[in-house]
Nanobody, 114 residues
């Protein structure tokens, strides 16, 4: 089955940067689009970024220009580079394969605070 393991979260000051990673197993990674979601306390989980199998990316308006999704098919890994972080980016971040929507990882916590 699909397994997703996110990492790279932490505590960062406003304006700082973090790079999240998600290692994927159980699927032919290079064949599938991948997405990043986040969920803040008391809020619904929301889509942050989508990257196609060919590397085409789409972003939520709230992160466009600040976040960049990428992938390394040799490592079965998808990344989310987050720059100019804001307190409202505080959330648990998850990766997901849209073609395997039932599978979620444990997430990685990002806290943006001074």
């Amino acid at each position: 089955q699909v397994q997703l393991v996110e990492s790279g979260g932490g505590l960062v000051q406003p304006g700082g940067s973090l790079r999240l990673s998600c290692v994927v197993s159980g699927i032919v990674f290079r064949a599938y689009a991948m997405s990043w979601y986040r969920q803040a306390p008391g809020k619904q989980r929301e889509l942050v970024a989508l990257i196609s199998s060919g590397g085409y990316t789409v972003y939520a308006g709230s992160v466009k220009g600040r976040f960049t999704a990428s992938r390394d098919n040799t490592k079965n890994t998808v990344y989310l580079q987050m720059n100019s972080l804001k307190p409202e980016d505080t959330a648990t971040y998850y990766c997901r394969s849209p073609s395997h929507p039932e599978a979620w990882g444990q997430g990685t916590q990002v806290t943006v605070s001074s």
